[in-house]
């Protein structure tokens, strides 16, 4: 049943046993996995089925030197949450995003990696890595690029230190709209839309969720009352509830060892620079690397360190992919293009526009063709991170010259980087965040160096010369994140060094539990929303047997 809470009486107090708090991918596969069980499940939804913007600006806060904007672009209050932001094209009309779990050694305490180490290992939760393939519409379990490869889509052949790996894609439908309907229609769950989280009761020695307050943008307020409560809010969202709950414990709920909000971490999006293949056969081998279908399965390969050169060198996880790009004057054009069509949202008479037209009208040599492949064949314009499928393209050695080549990479976990509570306030009275983030030189140093370890594998396969593009002495970073936000109520087995135990619970707190990417203790580089679907899994595994006993 789905409900929108504006309607509701003031006042009401909603009884369950399970009470879910957000309805993106974490929350919706704790709801999908609870459906015909034999207790009542209670869904609460800040946003509506579509957008609005007056719920969605309740996102709004702060970022150090504003590099993360002012946060409410990178998620989505909205059923289905930020898989309302995917768009990446996987081919049959379809939208989605990539997927890939973390590996072996992001699981690992390594010794050169400090606050490093996940309760349990890999092998663990493997088996719910499996079952999130099927809630996320993928293929096998398998992501080694051996499974997907013939002689046609081949490997690079590196010497050493360099391996790949694979990508593979599902659609944001599952979560927007599938299991919505699923959910709607399951006897035991109430989903309420407008419900939005202001305050987390506890008994009177912070040991017990009691109940929630809850308030819709009209003012209206009610209660919901449960055995178990889980926040699945997201990153930033999941410390912000347990700060601003601060009745009993004034630093916030679970915070009585200052780490909820610490430990923030995404994965900054890194500019690598040009490889210049060594002959232009190499586009015709590198399909592997192309966002295409196998057996139907969207995938993508990618490039990383071996495990083993990750050890010897004490490096941190990092990826790279490759983009085909046209010739220098062609790229000019279409950038130029671009901006045009910028202008054209701007009455103001520019100085620069006649520059622009020349370099339009001297690339139109790739534009003309790309436009048409794109408006008549659904082909990519330029292959960028949301658009693949140039390996199907003809000629592509004549239309291309080059690869860009890209990292997304992971951020070492460290108490500085932290989402605070300002003085700010929402239209719900709540306290607005900061969010807090630098790199340290472990994430430079792995960055510059893996980079280097690329252009001399490159060299000596005799694929090419990668020529790396640097800010400085820095890398040259094109956002510090790709809106995976995760660590800030990281998992531990010892409260004083994390904010919930292996199983996703509140240390002591006896029934107050948290799903999503804000329990990882590291995050690799791996998108994370396979890990949040296998821990929502688990968790609802967890819930179901301590509801039992």
């Not at 709950?245 to 780490?259: C, F, I, R, T, V």
């Not at 994140?481 to 919930?500: A, E, I, N, Y």
């Not at 990417?517 to 580089?525: C, I, M, Y």
Request: contains cysteine; aromatic residues 10%; glycine residues 6%.
């Amino acid at each position: 049943m789905l409900i929108d809470a504006l309607k509701l009486p003031i006042d009401e107090t909603i009884e369950t046993e399970v009470c879910i708090v957000g309805a993106g991918p974490a929350g919706i596969t704790l709801a999908r996995e609870f459906v015909s069980t034999n207790f009542r499940v209670c869904l609460l939804e800040s946003g509506r089925i579509d957008f609005d913007q007056k719920t969605q600006s309740l996102y709004q806060g702060k970022s150090v030197e504003n590099l993360f904007g002012t946060l409410d672009d990178s998620r989505r209050l909205q059923f289905g949450g930020t898989a309302n932001c995917w768009k990446i094209r996987i081919g049959d009309n379809q939208i989605g995003v990539r997927y890939v779990p973390l590996d072996k050694i992001d699981f690992e305490k390594r010794d050169w990696l400090a606050y490093s180490g996940w309760p349990f290992d890999k092998s663990h939760l493997d088996p719910f890595y499996e079952r999130a393939q099927v809630v996320c519409k993928l293929g096998d379990f398998v992501y080694d690029a051996e499974a997907w490869q013939n002689e046609h889509t081949p490997q690079l052949s590196f010497i050493d230190n360099i391996t790949t790996g694979m990508f593979q894609f599902g659609p944001r439908a599952v979560f927007t709209h599938e299991y919505r309907e699923k959910i709607n229609h399951a006897s035991n769950i109430t989903t309420y839309l407008n419900a939005n989280l202001v305050e987390i009761e506890t008994d009177e020695t912070a040991k017990k969720v009691t109940r929630l307050r809850v308030a819709c943008l009209s003012g209206k307020e009610f209660w919901v009352c449960a055995k178990v409560f889980i926040l699945a809010t997201g990153g930033i969202e999941n410390a912000r509830l347990l700060l601003i709950s601060n009745k009993l414990q004034k630093a916030g709920l679970g915070n009585e060892n200052d780490l909820v909000g610490r430990f923030f971490m995404d994965h900054p999006l890194v500019k690598c620079g040009k490889l210049i293949p060594s002959s232009s056969d190499i586009f015709q081998n590198t399909a592997l690397y192309d966002l295409r279908r196998v057996n139907n399965i969207p995938v993508m390969g990618k490039l990383g360190l071996t495990e083993e050169t990750m050890r010897r060198e004490q490096l941190l996880n990092i990826s790279a992919i490759l983009f085909p790009i046209p010739k220098p004057y062609q790229l000019q054009a279409v950038n130029a293009l671009k901006t045009l069509l910028a202008f054209m949202h701007n009455s103001a008479v520019r100085k620069d526009s006649i520059k622009h037209i020349r370099n339009v009208i001297a690339g139109l040599d790739y534009i003309l063709p790309a436009a048409y492949g794109a408006l008549i064949k659904q082909e990519p314009f330029l292959p960028s991170l949301a658009w693949g499928g140039w390996s199907y393209l003809r000629d592509i050695e004549r239309r291309f010259s080059e690869f860009e080549v890209w990292h997304q990479t992971e951020q070492a976990p460290f108490p500085d980087n932290r989402v605070t509570l300002t003085t700010d306030r929402d239209r719900l009275g709540r306290q607005k965040v900061k969010l807090h983030w630098q790199w340290h030189d472990i994430d430079i140093d792995t960055i510059k160096r893996s980079q280097d370890m690329l252009k001399a594998e490159f060299a000596r396969a005799g694929i090419g010369e990668l020529q790396v593009e640097r800010d400085g002495e820095l890398p040259k970073l094109i956002h510090p994140g790709t809106h995976h936000h995760m660590g800030t109520t990281r998992m531990h087995d010892d409260p004083l060094q994390g904010v919930v135990d292996r199983n996703c619970k509140l240390h002591n707190v006896s029934n107050l539990f948290i799903a999503g990417s804000s329990v990882f203790p590291t995050g690799g580089f791996a998108n994370p929303t396979l890990t949040i679907v296998a821990l929502a899994i688990r968790l609802a595994d967890h819930v179901k047997t301590v509801l039992n006993q």
